[in-house]
């Protein structure tokens, strides 16, 4: 079962991420991940939170271990990611970001703002993100305090 929730991977947007999130969705089912997206499925305007709490609490109870969203700036889904017990979410706002997010923060969601990112750039902040493993050592005091306060 553990090795089946690592494959797994939620989805989530608004209207203004939703053409990023079908290529990545895509791209993330032709690399052997099972996508559970959670909408939204136009780029009819939405609630952006709607979404990225659904994805975010597929994550946070572990059905998925990795989650991704989108909207036009990246910024209002990972707010609200972050209120779901147990989701660690930041910005891929470029490379070596994409990277820190897990080596360093042992992040299990990123978010992209499909309006100022080019969608190559987002394809391959993915993959950074999910080739990368946390780090461990000094990070984990401060992952560990954060989890400690999701205890509380």
């Given at each position: 079962m553990a090795e089946q929730a690592k494959k797994k991977i939620s989805v989530g947007a608004d209207h203004g991420g939703f053409e990023a999130k079908e290529v990545i969705k895509k791209h993330l089912t032709d690399i052997g991940y099972e996508v559970i997206d959670c909408g939204t499925n136009s780029i009819n305007s939405c609630n952006y939170a709607e979404f990225a709490l659904k994805a975010a609490e597929l994550v946070g109870n572990k059905e998925c271990s990795l989650g991704i969203l989108f909207c036009s700036t990246g910024e209002g889904v990972a707010i609200a990611a972050n209120k779901v017990k147990g989701v660690r979410c930041g910005i891929g706002y470029n490379d070596d970001v994409s990277r820190l997010l897990k080596q360093?923060?042992?992040?299990?969601?990123?978010a992209f703002g499909a309006k100022f990112m080019n969608i190559n750039d987002?394809?391959?902040r993915t993959?950074?993100?999910?080739?990368?493993?946390?780090?461990?050592?000094?990070?984990?005091?401060?992952?560990?305090?954060?989890?400690?306060?999701d205890k509380k």
């Open positions: 360093h923060n042992d992040a299990n969601m990123i987002i394809l391959r993959d950074i993100f999910l080739s990368t493993d946390f780090e461990g050592g000094r990070h984990c005091v401060r992952v560990d305090t954060i989890n400690d306060y």
